[in-house]
């Protein structure tokens, strides 16, 4: 299994960016799916989580109203739109994959995130 994270960039506080995270060598509708960050001198932190059965749940109360988590099982990708980005959302961005039954975790490279005051 292969996870391909793209999307990050240099964006302004206040502005968006859309994250998006390919699965390849299986189906994405047999993982959980996590969007994680870790932030320079910081330990790796779960952002959001889309489950198999496309449930979303925000795990860092700072993203709240801000970052959504989705998922589009017909093109083996998951998604992570982020708005009213801030400074100390500056990061760099992992997608992970939690196998429903063995709970295996497939992790895929990251994608910086910069925010600019």
């Known amino acids: 299994v292969q996870l391909q994270a793209s999307g990050g960039g240099l964006v302004r506080a206040g502005g968006s960016l859309k994250l998006s995270c390919v699965v390849s060598?299986?189906?994405?509708?047999?993982?959980?799916m996590g969007w994680y960050r870790q932030a320079p001198g910081k330990e790796r932190e779960l952002v959001d989580r889309v489950t198999s059965d496309d449930s979303t749940t925000d795990y860092t109360d700072s993203v709240k109203g801000r970052f959504t988590a989705s998922r589009d099982n017909a093109k083996n990708t998951v998604y992570l739109q982020m708005n009213s980005l801030k400074p100390e959302d500056t990061a760099v961005y992992y997608c992970?994959?939690?196998?429903?039954?063995?709970?295996?975790?497939?992790w895929g490279k990251g994608t910086l995130v910069t925010v600019s005051s």
């Open positions: 992970r994959a939690t196998h429903i039954i063995t709970r295996t975790n497939y």
């Open positions: 060598g299986s189906i994405i509708g047999l993982y959980h």
